[in-house]
């Protein structure tokens, strides 16, 4: 499996908290992603990056930021989360957007 | 805009049979195509790709699928499936134009199980 982490990977919060999800990897991939997944809508991209610093948006990108500070580490967070958010969310990692995809563990998110 | 169609949401067979699972895609330009599988409670992890040359791809765990351009198919099978198999399996296409940032389309997946 490819080195990618996923923190934390389950967590319970309340709705209007702010919540930060983090993705490791140590495959020197340029490109990550983070999906969410959800019951009869398959995998979904919420943001993704070209590089340090470069982030763009994906299909349902509101609500929520990234970050991507160091090639390793992308950083998701919901600003002010609600209980549409619940869900579990993926991220992957690519040597290039037209290459597969390798996906960390998930993390479980709970919006109560 | 491209768009991938797994065409059964939940098929059911038992140990032994064999497996086709449909997946079409609207693009007709060069693309490259992937076959996805997600165990229960696990993630998604590759199971076999298509960039180019022989259209009939192999790949772990006894898994092919077949590259019809005229078709837009990429149809996944195995001859003989086992209790194991039973997981959620992702079909995937992307341009398969080098440079610059090419979406990822997925399908919406075909639930798989399989009885012993």
């Known amino acids: 499996d490819a080195g990618i982490t996923q923190s934390p990977r389950h967590k319970v919060t309340e709705t209007g908290t702010p919540v930060t999800l983090r993705c490791h990897q140590t495959?020197?991939?340029?490109?990550m992603y983070w999906y969410r997944q959800d019951p009869g809508h398959g995998l979904r991209l919420i943001h993704y990056s070209y590089g340090v610093k470069d982030t763009d948006k994906g299909e349902v990108s509101d609500g929520y930021s990234v970050s991507r500070s160091k090639t390793e580490d992308f950083l998701l967070t919901l600003e002010s989360a609600t209980s549409s958010q619940t869900s579990v969310y993926f991220c992957?990692?690519?040597?290039?957007?037209?290459?597969?995809?390798?996906f960390g563990p998930g993390t479980r998110l709970t919006v109560t | 805009a491209q768009s991938v169609s797994q065409h059964n949401h939940h098929v059911i067979l038992s140990e032994a049979a064999s497996l086709e699972l449909g997946c079409n895609y609207s693009y007709g330009g060069t693309v490259n195509l992937f076959w996805y599988v997600q165990y229960p409670g696990q993630h998604l992890q590759l199971l076999l790709k298509y960039f180019s040359g022989d259209p009939l791809v192999k790949g772990i765990k006894g898994f092919e699928a077949e590259f019809i351009k005229s078709k837009f198919s990429f149809n996944l099978r195995k001859p003989s499936v086992q209790w194991s198999d039973t997981a959620e399996y992702f079909c995937?296409?992307?341009?398969?134009?080098?440079?610059?940032?090419?979406?990822?389309?997925f399908g919406t997946g075909t639930k798989l199980q399989v009885i012993p």
């Open positions: 992957a990692i690519s040597e290039s957007s037209t290459y597969e995809q390798y």
């Open positions: 495959e020197n991939h340029r490109y």
């Open positions: 995937a296409v992307t341009l398969g134009i080098s440079g610059g940032y090419q979406k990822v389309t």
